[in-house]
């Protein structure tokens, strides 16, 4: 299949390119929207069976059981945690955002398919009161009554789960903004602002107001209300639902409360514009996580500060308890790559909404040295390129597949802001490369190991040993064949490759190999490529194909 679209796709080296020519056998559609048409499809199977296989109950009583054994072709008994449950709903989502993509290119999905993902992302959003439950929670600067926020574990019935303590964690409440935003941006639903914003409310109310000396916030967000470490984890996946957030109100005058610590320890709260509001913290967050978290050495993010849980700690002002800021030491923890992926998300969306070049250089070089950091070796499979993004041997154990997700959904985001000149003196851009990898991976393990409808975690080498896969694992492999729809149709300048333009006929240019060597010196651009063998060559700084 990659040969198929390798003129679209040259996994490593591709860039900046126009759509190719229709053909007669892909139904009038050049080989870019085919392939764009044959993701979403994938996408749909893949949530398909997911759903048949995986759920049981349907309606408002949906339940998601955690793992599917291959060899019995059914799943086990266990079920799913909220945050997998999330997962469906973004791939759902994503597919949603891809058939509107595709809404003028194959119109057939949106009138045959569009209200069946509609009607399951309802359905799905209404058996998540399964996992809801309510209590009364003191934070740094308030003390309040929460309902259905969502624990971690399905309860036995809507709006009565466990979500004291550990048992609720602020990056579940964020994964869920994020997806009830896109919903609300799906459907027109107005349930799923109002939802998305009171998870808002109650994520920021775990935020460190207290301050320093200095009267600085320490800011942060703890993992959940009954953990003191502070993770990647439970801070910049919000960054982005709160920058959509702000563009929702961007020049109205709505207003909400904010909650703050003086610098006599006191507290207080005043009334804020609400586009005002989420913006600032937007770019709090990301100033937090961008200060602690960040490695200088490979560019990207560390897991958490903080490790042990400890104690919650409080404090009594003026006859009202608090909670207390706890000192937590610096940066430890494996780098995942969600973890990178969402600030990356985040300078995207913060460069798009104020404009301010730091959040454009942020993206550029998040993007590139993520990929550097994270793309694995190369592996040559059949005489075709690969590289592998991190895995899990063990199917039952990690998260690596859905970790990588987010990455790569950064990466279609990244795209147009990514571009870079590399050692070479030629444009470049890592984010282009990342989606092109992540294709070339997801099609050869669904050309070469789909079993049961289902993709193995290590893409490129297959089950090995494994017998039984996690639901978790599948969505999110739908969840990147639907968002790689979206990077497929953004126009010419998704494909990654440029082609030859005739109106700088009478510039003279070097041409060279993508290895460094000059192949021809000072010849006019309209003839540079003429008679070169197949391959990719450098012209004036651009990539470009001969076929």
């Known amino acids: 299949m990659k040969k198929l679209f390798l003129a679209m796709f040259v996994t490593a080296f591709a860039f900046n390119a126009s759509?190719?020519?229709?053909?007669?056998?892909?139904?009038?559609?050049?080989?870019?929207?085919?392939?764009?048409?044959?993701?979403?499809?994938?996408?749909?199977?893949?949530?398909?069976?997911?759903?048949?296989?995986c759920f049981t109950g349907a309606?408002?009583?949906?339940?998601?059981?955690?793992?599917?054994?291959?060899?019995?072709h059914t799943h086990e008994d266990g079920t799913s945690d909220v945050w997998p449950y999330t997962a469906v709903m973004e791939a759902v989502n994503s597919i949603l955002e891809g058939i509107t993509a595709l809404k003028d290119v194959a119109p057939e999905f949106y009138e045959l398919d569009r209200e069946k993902y509609v009607n399951l992302l309802n359905d799905l959003y209404s058996s998540i009161r399964y996992y809801a439950g309510s209590y009364e929670l003191v934070s740094y600067a308030r003390t309040t009554?929460?309902?259905?926020?969502?624990?971690?574990?399905?309860?036995?019935?809507?709006g009565e789960a466990t979500v004291t303590g550990i048992e609720n964690v602020y990056d579940d409440q964020m994964w869920l903004a994020r997806e009830f935003i896109r919903a609300y941006k799906n459907t027109g639903k107005e349930v799923y602002k109002k939802r998305a914003e009171y998870l808002i409310e109650y994520i920021l109310d775990g935020w460190d107001v207290c301050v320093d000396s200095r009267g600085n916030e320490y800011g942060g967000i703890t993992w959940g209300p009954g953990y003191n470490s502070k993770h990647a984890c439970s801070n910049s996946p919000v960054i982005s639902p709160l920058v959509w957030l702000?563009?929702?109100?961007?020049?109205?005058?709505?207003?909400?409360?904010?909650?703050?610590?003086?610098?006599?320890?006191?507290?207080?709260?005043?009334t804020v514009n609400k586009y005002e509001y989420y913006l600032d913290y937007a770019k709090k967050v990301y100033a937090?996580?961008?200060e602690h978290l960040y490695d200088e050495k490979t560019g990207c993010f560390h897991d958490m500060c903080g490790g042990v849980i400890g104690e919650i700690q409080y404090e009594e002002v003026d006859g009202v308890r608090y909670r207390k800021h706890v000192d937590i030491g610096g940066p430890v923890g494996t780098q995942y790559t969600y973890n990178t992926g969402t600030m990356l998300c985040g300078a995207v969306d913060l460069?798009?909404?104020?404009?301010?070049?730091y959040y454009l250089n942020e993206a550029k070089e998040i993007a590139t040295d993520s990929y550097e950091h994270f793309r694995g070796t190369r592996q040559t499979i059949n005489g075709e390129t690969y590289f592998p993004f991190p895995y899990d041997t063990d199917a039952l154990n990690g998260f690596n597949a859905w970790f990588n997700n987010v990455l790569l959904r950064a990466y279609v985001d990244a795209v147009p802001y990514a571009e870079f000149e590399n050692r070479l003196g030629a444009k470049d851009n890592n984010a282009k490369r990342g989606c092109d990898n992540f294709q070339d991976n997801l099609d050869y393990a669904y050309d070469n190991y789909l079993q049961d409808g289902f993709l193995p975690n290590n893409l490129l080498g297959g089950w090995e040993s494994n017998t039984k896969t996690k639901a978790f694992h599948q969505v999110s492999y739908a969840a990147e064949y639907a968002k790689l729809v979206q990077y497929l149709v953004n126009t010419d300048e998704s494909t990654g490759i440029k082609n030859f333009n005739k109106e700088t006929a009478e510039k003279y240019v070097n041409v060279y190999a993508v290895d460094g060597r000059q192949v021809r010196s000072n010849v006019s651009r309209d003839k540079a490529l003429d008679g070169l063998k197949s391959?990719?060559?450098?012209?004036?700084?651009e990539k470009h194909i001969v076929k």
């Open 19 to 53: 759509a190719m020519p229709a053909s007669d056998s892909n139904n009038g559609n050049d080989e870019q929207t085919t392939l764009a048409i044959r993701n979403l499809e994938r996408s749909m199977e893949l949530v398909d069976g997911v759903i048949s296989k």
């Open 59 to 72: 309606g408002m009583k949906m339940e998601m059981k955690d793992v599917y054994d291959l060899k019995r």
């Open 145 to 158: 009554k929460w309902y259905d926020i969502y624990g971690v574990h399905r309860g036995a019935r809507p």
């Open 246 to 270: 702000a563009e929702m109100y961007k020049g109205s005058d709505e207003t909400t409360t904010h909650y703050y610590v003086n610098t006599d320890n006191t507290r207080s709260s005043k």
């Open 288 to 290: 937090w996580q961008k």
């Open 351 to 357: 460069y798009l909404a104020t404009g301010d070049e």
């Open 535 to 541: 391959g990719i060559y450098v012209v004036d700084g």
